[in-house]
């Protein structure tokens, strides 16, 4: 079973600048989650999909965060304008819908904004 | 916002020694998991307990929850170098479909 694939793995862009990261979950996993890790802290939950549509974004910063999951499968994440502290690894993961089990995590990227 | 805070934050034992690491929560679950983070990869799912259930083992891994309490505890035994790693508590909940939140983390360093 593939697991999670996400990219790219590792961005660097200066401030103000716009960038986007892509997610593609386990095949058959209807649930879909973006998470924000800064160095040193847990992972924070910025919006969760189920199927195309979002159950979630109560800590995504929509004047610069947006996401979107077209037909349900592959998402993608922007920021723009990104700012220094936009700088942290973003982490997808997927999970059965309704399951409450495991959740299934991508390698992340890194994103650096200097 | 984080649910849950681990504890220590921090933690460095020898090879072959226990370590323990404990999380609180703040609200109700359905379950409590376990994962592990090597440093720069993604998370790795260690094992997860109902909320209905007081302990569980899985290998080296041994998993409490206290839910009067709101608090749970990894105890990894005969540690390894390989063991080295970020390890976090995440909590389920379902408010209409289930979220997992995240803890603070705790630091393990196994020494050779």
């Keep these: 079973e593939a697991g999670v694939a996400q990219s790219p793995r590792y961005k660097i862009i200066e401030k103000r600048q716009s960038v986007a990261f892509w997610c593609n979950p386990i095949s058959g996993h209807a649930t879909l989650y973006w998470y924000q ?11 969760q999909f189920q199927n195309n549509g ?13 996401a979107e999951r077209l037909k349900g499968v592959d998402s993608t994440l922007k920021i723009q304008p990104a700012k220094l502290e936009d700088s942290a690894v973003y982490l997808c993961a997927s999970s059965w819908v309704g399951s409450g089990t495991e959740a299934f995590f991508g390698q992340g990227t890194r994103l650096t904004v200097v | 916002s984080q649910q849950g805070e681990e504890d220590p934050q921090a933690l460095s034992i020898q ?23 090597n440093s720069g990869r993604g998370l790795v799912h260690l094992i997860l307990i109902r909320s209905n259930e007081r302990e569980k083992h899985s290998g080296r891994l ?34 209409g479909t289930y979220k997992y939140i995240f803890g603070t983390g705790t630091r393990l360093k196994v020494l050779a």
């Design chain 1, 37 to 47: 890790q800064i160095l040193g802290q847990g992972p924070k939950l910025l919006i």
């Design chain 1, 54 to 66: 979002v159950v979630d974004d109560s800590q995504l910063p929509k004047d610069r965060f947006s």
């Design chain 2, 15 to 37: 090879e072959g020694e226990n370590a323990t690491m404990n999380c609180s929560y703040k609200t109700s679950i359905n379950n409590l998991q376990w994962y592990r983070q």
């Design chain 2, 62 to 95: 041994r998993v409490t929850l206290d839910t009067s309490k709101k608090s749970s505890s990894l105890l990894i035994t005969a540690s390894r170098a390989a063991d080295t790693a970020s390890y976090f508590c995440a909590t389920a909940f379902t408010s």
